[in-house]
């Protein structure tokens, strides 16, 4: 056995382990959630991405496993250097959970943190995985996710359905130096929706623009949320 099958060997043994915490958030007997698996090369700062395939949310973790080996992803990781990723396709209407980028543990209480599954994407920076209490429209879930963005503040770059997410097992090597992405912590509760959606309508303010301060156009009015809910 050469150096790379040795460390391929490894790195499933790795993956493995590190995936059955992404297994508890996204896995749903009852859903049909899809996603794209994808691979993203960062060389001299030109950005590659390439689609693998699809897989659905209801397969357990030997099944998205057997995905990868068939896919050789385990070898594009090590020896290719092509960073792995999914995406929640654009054919998926119901979702069950939320993801968002860039957290730090300073902006997260101990009541927040009960619900986050922290992914470590390079050191001390964060990937959170919240579990929702049931599938919701995918609006909804857009909603949830841009008032959780301003409450930890996350990424607010980073909240399109179809944003990429590492996963985690791999290396990231988006920086000099690679990283394994691996589990931090697990949630060890679901986070109800509606009860966010309650105070995101509770807390919605309109604001009304003065007609001398609209150079065009109609007189406007828009929402925000308070930063302060």
Do not use: H
């Not at 749903?28 to 659905?56: G, H, P, Q, R």
């Not at 997260?108 to 929702?132: D, G, P, V």
Request: charged share 30%.
């Amino acid at each position: 056995m050469n150096d790379l099958t040795a460390q391929i060997k490894e790195l499933e043994f790795d993956a493995e382990r590190e995936l059955q915490a992404l297994q508890n958030i996204i896995y749903d007997n009852e859903s049909a959630i899809f996603f794209d698996l994808v691979l993203i090369k960062y060389d001299n700062n030109n950005t590659k991405k390439f689609n693998v395939c699809k897989w659905n949310g209801k397969k357990n973790l030997r099944d998205l496993l057997r995905m990868l080996f068939k896919n050789n992803i385990f070898y594009k990781n090590l020896a290719k250097k092509e960073n792995v990723y999914f995406a929640v396709t654009s054919k998926t209407k119901l979702l069950n959970f939320v993801w968002l980028d860039d957290i730090k543990l300073e902006n997260i209480s101990k009541e927040q943190m009960q619900f986050l599954t922290l992914i470590e994407t390079s050191e001390n920076n964060y990937q959170a995985w919240i579990r929702l209490d049931k599938l919701y429209p995918e609006q909804k879930v857009q909603a949830i996710k841009k008032y959780l963005v301003e409450r930890l503040k996350a990424d607010r770059a980073a909240t399109a359905k179809i944003q990429p997410m590492r996963l985690p097992g791999f290396y990231s090597y988006k920086r000099e130096i690679p990283f394994f992405v691996k589990v931090y912590k697990t949630a060890t509760k679901e986070l109800p929706g509606e009860k966010i959606l309650s105070k995101i309508q509770k807390n919605k303010k309109t604001i009304v623009i003065p007609k001398d301060e609209i150079k065009t156009g109609d007189f406007l009015k828009y929402s925000y949320y308070k930063k302060k809910i």
